[in-house]
Structures are given as C-alpha cells and as structure tokens.
C-alpha cells in the first residue's frame, strides 16, 4: 500500500495553524504502520508455518516442458474431436441408408414429437421419470428415450414429402442413442434436413429468446440457415450480388429486392466473400469503402446493411456493364490468390431483362462455366421470365421468382443445394466446424431488444412506486385512524423509520427483471415451461457457447436412363442434398481437456480457427448486460491478446501478429511476448511476459495455444501423495475434517460419469426409483477417500484415442494427489502459528477487527475460518468472501498476489470492493446503524517455494478486517507520530498497487475509488516521480451507448451529426457551468480527473479514459461510474436529475489504468510542492 498525506485546500488555513510535514516523519509512520499490520497478517493466517510447511518439498520444485505439456493437450482435444466425428458419420450414413431405403406415400400419416408442442400430457404418456435436467446439455429437461422435431413456420407440417422425411428419419433416434452410449460425453445430436425439418436428440421443449413485450414472439429459426447447416452444406465460395436500382425497382419492388439482398447475406459465412454492388447505367459498391470482395464476417455484413438505405432507384439499367464488373471481380480476387479459391457465383437481383447477354457470358463464363448465375426476379406483375431464367440455366445456376416479402425467406435459401452439387459429386465425407455461437434462446443485442428492455424496466418501476405508494397511503390511513382511537403516538423518528423500511423494501423488489410467467389456462403446462426453460444456472454465470461439427448427408438414389431402348442403360447419380448432420461441442467440453490445474496461475489457453477468430480466451466477453454482443462469434486473437507497446488502436504487435499467422497456417511454434492484462472488470491491470506455445488441431481448422507467465510460470511443484501406496498407513479424511474448507466447484477430481450411464440404464428399463442426489464437490472428495479409495473402485484419467468407458470412477491423478498434500500441509492450529503463545488470540482479533482468515492452493482448496457470529453471518449481503471466491488459483485475488509478488515478496496486497464506501454511506443511512458487517479490508499474500532461480506459486493467504478498525489502528498509528490525519484540513490515504482508495481519514465515500478521481494532480507526480506507471489499454469487444435524442417524424432531422454534437456540447457546457459555479461558492478547484464523476458526451474527452470511436459513454460495463438506471446514464447536479435513453452499438474503447512499479523494500517518501497554482485538494 501507499500511504498518502493531503493537505486540503478546501477552507484556507491560518497562519497560526500551519501544518508542517516531516518528511522523514511520515516515511517512519508508513514504515511501522506497514510492519505492525504485516506481522498481524502473516501471524493470524498462518503464512510462516504453511510456507515452512511447504518449503519441505522445495527440492521438488522443476521446470517443466510447457511444450510437452501443450502437444499433450493438442492431442487430447484432437482425439476428442476425432470422438465426436465418428458420432457424426454414424448419423450421416444412417441418415443416407433409411433415405434411399424408404417408400414415398403420397397419403402418409405420422405422428411425431413437435419441439413447440411438448405439454404436460406428453410427459404423462411418456413417463415423467424419463425427464432429466442434465449439464451436458445446457441444464435443459431432457428426454433420452425420444428425440423431437423442429419445423419452420415457412414449412408446412402437413406436406407429405416433409412427413415422409419425418417418418424415416425416426429410426435415427437409435443411432442417437447409440452414439451416446459410446461417448456419454455427447451434447446435443441433430439432422437438418433440406425439406426445412430438425431432429433434435435428446427430446426436449423449444426454448425461445427472452421476450422483453407482451406480444407473442414469432419463431425465426430454420436450420438451414444456421451457420453449421450451410458450411456442412455448401463449400467456401466468392460472391457478387448485383442490386438493380434503375427506374423500375422502385416501391414494393425496391423493397423485396434489398431484403432478399439481406437475405443471401444471411446466408453467407466467415469463409466466404462477397461484394455487394448496385447497378443502373453503371455499377457501384453499395458500401463505398468495401469495394471489393470482403470477407463475410458478421462486421462487414452490418456494414453492408446499414448501406442499403442510402440505396436510390433511378436512370436505365445497363446489365452489360453490370455482368462485367461483377466476372471482373472474381476473376482479379482469384488470380491474386485471395478469397476462397473455391466456388464462385453471381447473384442477380431484378424485375427483368431485356435481353440474355449471351456474349457476355461466352466472354467471361464460357465453356468451363467457373462461376454460377442465381437470379431472382422480383416481383409479382413482372411480364417475362425468359431472359433471366435463361441466365441462372446455362450459367449452372438457378432460378427464383420472389412475388412478395413473405415468400423471401424460403426462396433465398433454394441457392445452398445447388452450391452443394461438387460435394454431392464428389462422394467424399467433408465435415465442417462452425464458428462458435451460443443457444438460440439466448437474446441478441439489438437496438429493438434494448429499447423494449428499457421499456420494461420503466413499467416494472413506475409499478413498483405506484406499489410503494398504495402502501404508504394505506399506513397513513392507518396512522389516522389510530391517531382518532388512541391518540397520536406517532414522532418523527417512527415516521422517518416507517419510510426508510418501505424505501429499503421497494429497493429489494426484483424491478429489473420483469420475466413475470403468463398463464395460459393450464397450471401444469406452465410449470412444465418452468421446469424446461429455466435452468439452474446462477443469473450472473457465463453463458454456454458451442461448436458444431457437421457433415452433408446426400442421395444415395440414381436415374437410369434408355430402359427401353437398344443402346446401353445409363445411369446417372443424382446430386441432391438430404441434408445435414451434426453435433454440438460446447466449449466448456474443450476447456476441460486444458485444464487450469496444468496451466498454473495466471497461465490460460485459447483456441482459434482458420480466420484467426477465438473458439475460448479468458478475455472474449460475449455478452453485455445478459446480452449477446452482436460480433461475439468474430473476435479476433489480436483484439485480446495486447502487446506492451505505445501503439494506437487495431494496430497489430509485430509479435502477436507472428504468433496469429503462424496459427492460421498451422505451423507449431513458440514466442515470448511482454503483454498488458486487465483484470476486476476492466479496472486493474498487470504488465508482464507470457511465453506463448502453439500447434495445429490435426483433421480441423483449429490451433490451439497456451500463454505461461515469466518467470513463475515454468516452474511447478511436482511433489504429491501416492495415494494408492499409503491409504492403508494414513487417514487422508483426517485433513478433510469439519466444513471450513472447499475444493474448486468446476473442477473434476473424479468423473462420475459412470452415474449417467446408470440413469440411461434406468430410463430404458423404465425403472421407476429416482437417481442418485447429486454430490457436493466436497462430498466427491470424500467418498472417493473414504470408499472409492479404500475399493480401489477407481482408475486414473490417461489420454485415450477411444471414448472413456466409465464402468468405475475416472480421476485426475495430479491433482487429487496434489489436493491431499495440500490439505496437510495447511492443517494447521493456532498454536503452530502463534509467534507469541501468552498473547490471547481473541484480544488480537477483537483489536484488528479480524472476520476472517483463509488459504488458497494450486489444487484448488481452499480453507478458512470465520470469527464473526451466526447472526453477523446472516447480516451479509452476499456470500462470505472464500465462499464467494472459492475457485483459488482462478480467482482475482490470488492471481494479483501472485503478480505483485514479483514487485514486493514481502507485502500483502491490500483491497476493498469497488465504491465500498459509498455502499457503506447508503447501507448506514437505511439502516440508522453504527456497525456495518460488510465494509471489509482484504489482504493477500503469495506463498512461493524453491530457490532463487526456480520459484513456483504453491498458495496464498488471506485475511478480512473491519474497516473501522484498520481505520482506528490507522489513525492511532499517525498520532504517535504527530502525524496531523485527524486534522480537518489535511487528508490521508491508504492506495493500492493499482491507486484504489483502501482508507480514507475523513470521506469514507472516497473508499474504493480510483485516486486519480479524488486528486489528480497528485497522482500525476506519482507517475512523475516513478511510483505508478500509467498503461493504455484499448478494448475492442466494447459496447457503446448513444443518447436517443429525439423520435418521431423529426427524427432524421435531429439525429444529423452536427445537431447531435450540439446538444451534447451544449449539455455538457451546462453541467459545467453548474460544477464552476458550486467550485466558486464553495472554494473548491476541479481537478481534470473529476471529469470521471459526470459524464460529458461526446463532446468532451477524460484523459483517463476516451473511446476510439468518439462516443463517451463512460464504459458502463467497466463501473468506472456506476448507473443507476440499466436505460442510461443518470446526470445529477444540486437535486435535479435526468435519465437519458440510449442505443446500444459495438465500438472500440481505450483507457489508462495504472500499475505499481517495483521500487524496492525500503519506504521511501516524496513531498509534493503544490507551487504558486496550489493543488486541486
């Protein structure tokens, strides 16, 4: 920490009070205050005992191979993915044989399980016992015994080719089951067939996205539109889609011709390209700036999209200049070698022709036809079709009639079988990997889903006052009515305490959700719904994303031709697709096979594909306030991985770029690379050097790689208990003993797959006892020592090319080992850590204001003790802090120790939770109370083992104070050496190594906040003076928040750019006007870091933190300013306050945070001189 002497120029000062600061005074005080609370810590958490315990084993501590270690990793993640391929070939050939086997029947009826169908009656008939949550699916309601049917509403359920489909597609649900039986690692199973049906195994109820209106939702989906259907369908292609915008194309026409526009980019991929141009007398790029073919990623799509409107229909039409321009396109992208260097196509959208332009074509097309035709002729009173049909027919392309917006969606897609024939041809089995993408309930963030959000939230809280006020009527009612029968008791006290309890109540009521369930008449198919849709998962937990491998199911019938003639029977195969199959992989399933026990603290692993786009990364934030981000699935490994240099925004490191190509190219590599981290929400960050190892993912487009930290990072423990030789000489539960520790909750020490390979058991015998309860992780750790163990009904995890067969217990053999010897070496007493025996623990607790103790090991344990009482437990607003922070090396606070220790090995890291003391001033003022059981200090300290050449992070202490007793302590400590912090005019604060306020002497709201906020000018001589270091940072996955300044019929006037800038200018020069009056009444200076207490448009710019794109919403996301209000930003000057509306949008966001540098053991003390300007404090 850093100790920080103020003196505050709020009031002036006599000159019979002058305060005068010793330097060497203060430097002294820092000392012995540091020492005092050091020797607490280290006493009280055990830290001298358990690092002697483990330096026992420090002969023990080696470098290892990081590039062993990830070839061992690739290869794991390759066979499992090879697991998954062999599923998917299984329902392709299965899927191929019941389709050429099947009979049509024009009259066909069947019955089937409709996804959107499922009630309370099916699961009578299906036996309830059959549905189970389970995680390898998302936590939904599964059933294993069926799957079930998804069809567009564009699909009529009715049509006997869809029912024949349906009907021979059933007998795949005992392939899925199969399938599942071999690798019960399996998520979901599926077929997307061409006909617009999904069979989707597991059985279960269709879950939509969140619907923020009472209207009933509308769904969308159709697999075949879905990126995995379309990559399995088609190979990677270049497009040129060719709007006509003459005369004619105007109104309705005009409008069917840029959705069905819309629509073939919706199709498109990351794999493929596409240029989109307009055409008249001349063809132009309808986005200026992307005038070429452009990858089809999801940026460049919206960019085309939010071009169309600018899009004018007038002039001739002039389809030979159009024709060129588009062959010149795609014969110059693939003689540079750009692009796909696959299938190429024209994509022509008009209401007619007048002619075929049959020499343009031999030009540019002809004999070999290289590039297909695909016309859509718009329109429903169109005069002829003959021209443009002749077109798509001898360009091997195809021909659409699109009369009306309805009839879009499905004739858009008839393009993808054709794109399909080489595959078809071909005969050979090409499986595809999609991007990753998350469920389809999950909820887009779009600026119609934002706004009906924002919505929501105002109704949900005008009833919530209008709730709040019915009550308080009502006991006013009651207070007059009393006051008429028993006179009047009330004072102003009760008054003010009734009023508080209902603020207090009305703050509690859940006002920003608003998921109120809708009954339809039937209790038990709702409370099926519920069961369904809402999973387990806690509100703030990460969401699933997944993978989906997939592969084109064909036709396997042929034509045979002149039967009845003389000459040879001819036989042709018909190049038809069936549609595709697939699996999904969620990511989780990958993480699991890089595990963070391997990596180490602060070490990570991401994967990426052929574009350089991340599959996992512990930075990609695909979500933003509960929504998707609209280019979550398109983060690139550049925009997370940042290099410590002074370069400006998308500006590539050399290093990381090398690192990117060489995994887009598949080449196995190492680097190591200084790089800057954020961490705690994008409010800290650490600069160090990762040392980056990489290789390819064989049979796939992935590479994977793991980032160790230097130095620490190499070097690890390998010491651990040989379980199996020693369980009969000791009692290993004696180290498990109570319930004052935990294991890491997502970890798996033991598998117990073997549990849901009884529950499949179950269901198909149709056994009607309930499965076993779910283990606690802690309750597995103990029934493998205390059962398990003793069996040896156990076998330990080892890399397979086949799926596990988990007839017993799978273990990780490292890390339970490595858990059972950390649990003894931290089993210890208060006796073993006392420096002092005579010294009565509990005077030492009740004088430092001690809550809590605990450790945290690189297995995972953690142990604690809590000093407080139940009934100060129950107080808590939230889980004690190691329940909380119970996933140890994964945690916040133990990678921060772990990094600091590199800067001080001698320190504690202090901390409070973000804005603490403002939570602290709001609790005390609802509750009148003295004693606040959640304002707490949180100290850490590493536990490193070895020599001075092979160091490895083992451990890390921690221990939790009061904050009004390190306060007093603080202050006590300050008087013995006259040090002046009770004085009213001088300010004293206690910072951490990233400039947050750990104590503040007189303005507890300060506490928890950045300092710069408080005194700029002070913190810029820190950075001056070598203290703090400011690091740059950008964030490239942000979203941005625009003022909605005005709708209606005036709206496009009021949004023009200038307009906007003027408002906000002039607002901004509003608040500022109010602030600089206040300053002058109230004698205070604004310092430039109080810009992070408003927010100022984008009109002005904070020197901490800007935005790239220009907008200044001040990284809502990051809590730099926490809102009040989810709709906006809310403003408050005097007691006048506004809440502003907004629309969200992805954008580029950069900012400074600050890091402590290394300045060695000794204390050392800089006195700032404020000069003639004085200081802003």
């Not at 006493?43 to 005992?49: H, V």
């Not at 917006?405 to 595809?432: C, D, N, T």
């Not at 992070?1092 to 809590?1119: C, K, Y």
């Amino acid at each position: 920490m850093l100790t920080i002497v103020d003196l505050n120029g709020l009031r002036p000062i006599k000159a019979t009070d002058e305060l005068v600061f010793d330097e060497d005074v203060i430097k002294n005080m820092a000392r012995v205050f540091g020492r005092e609370l050091s020797a607490v810590s280290t006493e009280q958490t055990c830290l001298s005992r358990i690092q002697e315990n483990f330096q026992h084993y420090s002969h023990e501590v080696s470098w290892f191979d990081g590039n062993k270690m990830m070839d061992d990793m690739r290869n794991d993640v390759m066979h499992m993915f090879n697991w998954k391929k062999h599923s998917v070939e299984r329902i392709a050939n299965e899927s191929e044989r019941l389709a050429s086997n099947h009979t049509y029947d024009k009259n066909i009826g069947f019955d089937y399980f409709n996804v959107k169908r499922l009630t309370d009656k099916d699961l009578v008939d299906l036996n309830s016992r059959q549905w189970q949550r389970n995680p390898n699916f998302d936590d939904s309601v599964v059933n294993f015994e069926h799957s079930a049917i998804h069809l567009p509403i564009n699909v009529n359920d009715k049509s006997s080719d869809v029912i024949n489909e349906i009907k021979w597609s059933e007998h795949l649900t005992q392939f899925f089951k199969n399938n599942l039986a071999f690798d019960p690692s399996l998520s979901w199973q599926f077929f997307g067939s061409a006909k617009g049906f999904l069979r989707l195994y597991p059985a279960t109820l269709w879950r939509e996205e969140k619907n923020f209106t009472e209207k009933p939702r509308i769904d969308f989906y159709d697999c075949r539109l879905r990126p995995w259907y379309i990559k399995g369908a088609a190979s990677s292609k270049d497009i040129v889609i060719l709007l006509d915008t003459s005369g004619s194309m105007t109104g309705v026409r005009k409008s069917i011709g840029q959705s069905v526009l819309e629509h073939i980019l919706d199709t498109l991929t990351e794999d493929d390209y596409v240029a989109a141009l307009k055409f008249s007398k001349d063809a132009q790029p309808i986005h200026p700036c992307l005038n070429t073919l452009v990858q089809a990623n999801k940026k460049n799509i919206a960019e085309i999209k939010s071009h169309l409107v600018n899009v004018k229909t007038n002039e001739f039409v002039n389809f030979t200049a159009a024709l060129v321009e588009a062959f010149t396109f795609l014969q110059q992208f693939n003689r540079s070698g750009q692009g796909s260097q696959c299938n190429q196509a024209i994509m022509l959208i008009t209401d007619g022709a007048p002619g075929t332009y049959e020499e343009t074509f031999k030009q540019f097309n002809w004999p070999n036809i290289p590039v297909r035709v695909f016309t859509y002729l718009i329109g429903h009173d169109v005069t002829s079709h003959n021209e443009v049909y002749w077109m798509a027919c001898h360009n091997r392309g195809y021909y659409t009639h699109v009369m009306n917006r309805a009839e879009v969606h499905e004739q858009v897609q008839k393009y993808i079988p054709v794109m399909s024939r080489p595959i078809v041809l071909s005969g050979e089995r090409i499986f595809s990997w999609s991007p990753i993408y998350a469920p389809i309930y999950e909820t887009e963030l779009t600026e119609e889903n934002w706004i009906n959000k924002q919505t929501q939230i105002k109704m949900n809280r005008l009833r919530a006052q209008a709730r709040y006020a019915d009550n308080l009527a009502a006991s006013r009612s009651l207070r007059n009515l009393n006051a008429k029968r028993y006179g009047n008791i009330d004072s102003e006290d009760q008054n003010a305490e009734v009023i508080q309890r209902g603020i207090s109540k009305r703050s509690n009521q859940i006002i920003d959700d608003g998921d109120d369930e809708e009954t339809d008449g039937s209790d038990d198919v709702v409370a099926f719904k519920q069961i369904a849709l809402e999973p387990k998962s806690q509100k703030n937990q990460p969401i699933s994303l997944f993978t989906t491998l997939s592969t084109p199911n064909v036709t396997k019938r042929i034509l045979i031709k002149n039967v009845y003639q003389d000459a040879d029977i001819e036989t042709i195969r018909i190049a038809n697709l069936l549609g595709v199959a697939g699996v999904d992989i969620p990511i989780k399933e990958i993480e699991k096979l890089t595990p963070a026990f391997k990596l180490g603290v602060n070490g990570y692993s991401f994967m990426i594909n052929n574009n350089g786009y991340l599959l996992n990364h512990p930075d990609l934030r695909p979500t933003f306030e509960g929504f998707l981000k609209p280019f979550y699935h398109s983060v690139d490994m550049s925009e997370v991985e940042l290099a410590n240099n002074t370069l400006g925004p998308r500006q590539i490191d050399s290093d990381i770029d090398s690192i990117r190509s060489n995994m887009i190219n598949r080449t196995h590599g190492w680097k190591k690379v200084a790089v800057k981290i954020h961490i705690d929400e994008m409010k800290r960050v650490t600069t160090r050097v990762n040392h980056y190892t990489h290789g390819m993912i064989g049979q796939t487009p992935f590479s994977l790689a793991i980032a160790l930290p230097e130095p620490y990072g190499s070097y690890r423990l390998t010491s651990q208990v040989d379980l199996r030789m020693k369980y009969r000489e000791q009692n290993f539960t004696h180290f498990f003993r109570g319930n004052q520790w935990r294991v890491h909750p997502n970890w798996v020490y033991c598998d117990h797959h073997h549990q849901f390979n009884s529950l499949l058991q179950q269901q198909q015998q149709q056994q009607q006892q309930p499965p076993e309860p779910q283990l606690t992780p802690e309750e597995s750790i103990l029934q493998f020592l205390m059962s398990d163990l003793e069996k040896q009904n156990f076998r330990w995890r080892t890399s397979s090319i086949r799926p596990k067969v988990y007839e017993t217990i799978l273990c990780d053999k490292d890390l339970i080992q490595s858990l059972v010897l950390d649990a003894n070496l931290t089993d210890t007493t208060r006796e073993q850590c006392s420096s002092n025996p005579n010294y009565r623990d509990e005077q030492r607790i009740k004088t430092f204001g001690i809550v809590s103790t605990f450790v945290s090991t690189r297995s995972g344990l953690t142990r604690f003790k809590d000093y407080r009482s139940k009934d100060e437990i129950k107080l808590l607003e939230d889980l004690p802090f190691y329940l909380k922070h119970d996933r140890a090396i994964e945690e916040t606070y133990y990678k921060r120790s772990v990094d600091f220790y590199q800067i001080n090995n001698d320190a504690f890291v202090y901390s409070v939770e973000f804005d603490s003391g403002e939570k602290h001033e709001r609790r005390m003022a609802s509750t009148h109370s003295h004693y606040d059981s959640n304002f707490l200090v949180t100290a850490t300290h590493a536990l490193f083992i070895g020599n001075l050449k092979h160091n490895a992070p083992v451990a890390v202490v921690g221990i939790q104070f009061h904050y009004d007793t390190i306060l007093e302590f603080f202050l006590n400590n300050t008087n013995k050496f006259n040090v002046p912090c009770t004085h009213l005019d001088v300010d004293c604060y206690l910072v951490d190594n990233n400039a947050f306020i750990i104590l503040s002497n007189h303005k507890t709201s300060d506490v928890g906040k950045f300092f710069g906020e408080i005194d700029g000018d002070i913190l810029e001589k820190l950075i001056e003076i070598g203290v703090y270091k400011r690091v740059h940072l950008f964030d490239y996955q942000a979203i941005c928040l625009d003022p909605e300044v005005v709708s209606g019929p005036s709206a496009s006037f009021f949004n023009h750019s200038i307009l906007v800038q003027l408002l906000r200018y002039l607002r901004s020069m509003t608040k500022l006007i109010a602030i600089f009056y206040l300053n002058l009444l109230y004698g205070s200076d604004t310092n430039r870091w109080s810009w992070w207490s408003i927010d100022s448009g984008d009109s002005f710019s904070s020197p901490i933190m800007t935005e790239a794109s220009s907008d200044q919403e001040f990284l809502r996301q990051n809590n730099w300013i926490k809102s009040e209000s989810f709709y906006g930003t809310e403003y408050s000057i005097g007691s006048d306050s506004f809440e502003e509306k907004t629309i969200p949008r992805a954008c580029d966001k950069e900012f400074d945070l600050y890091e402590m540098i290394d300045f060695g053991p000794e204390t050392k003390s800089h006195q700032i001189q404020c000069g003639s300007s004085q200081c802003s404090r």
